[in-house]
């Protein structure tokens, strides 16, 4: 089986899970008391591609300390959003609260093949 490149658009794994996250969990994160439950743990980021430039929100899991959210990556080697935050990182926003705030996203791979993508929020109001 051949693997798909990152040029290649995405993949079947990839567009299965654009698909569940657009139908499913995004609209379940606007729904009143369940967004607050929900929240606790899954969160929305938006960003615009490095490559593509197109602008890109779905939802991921999340947990914060602070200014520090971090996201872990499920099966990185499936997934290509994290590869826009290597080496210096890029700006991000991600729902807190139910506001938007901006911040740096740099990801990081261990030795073990793991994937965190480490946001610091700014001090600056939510936009």
Known sequence: MSQTSQSDGPNRFQQVIGAVNRAVVLPLLRIPGLDGLLGRAITTVSYTGRKSG??????????????????????????????????????????????????????????????????????????
């Open 54 to 127: 197109k602008h890109v929100t779905f939802p991921v899991n999340y947990v914060r300390s602070g200014d520090t959210v971090t996201i872990g990556v499920a099966m990185p080697d499936r997934k290509t959003w994290w590869r826009n935050f290597t080496g210096d990182g890029a700006p991000i926003s991600v729902t807190l609260d139910g506001e938007n705030r901006r911040g740096h996203a740099v990801a990081s791979k261990d030795s073990k093949g793991s994937v965190r993508v480490r946001v610091t929020l700014d001090h600056d109001a939510a936009h």
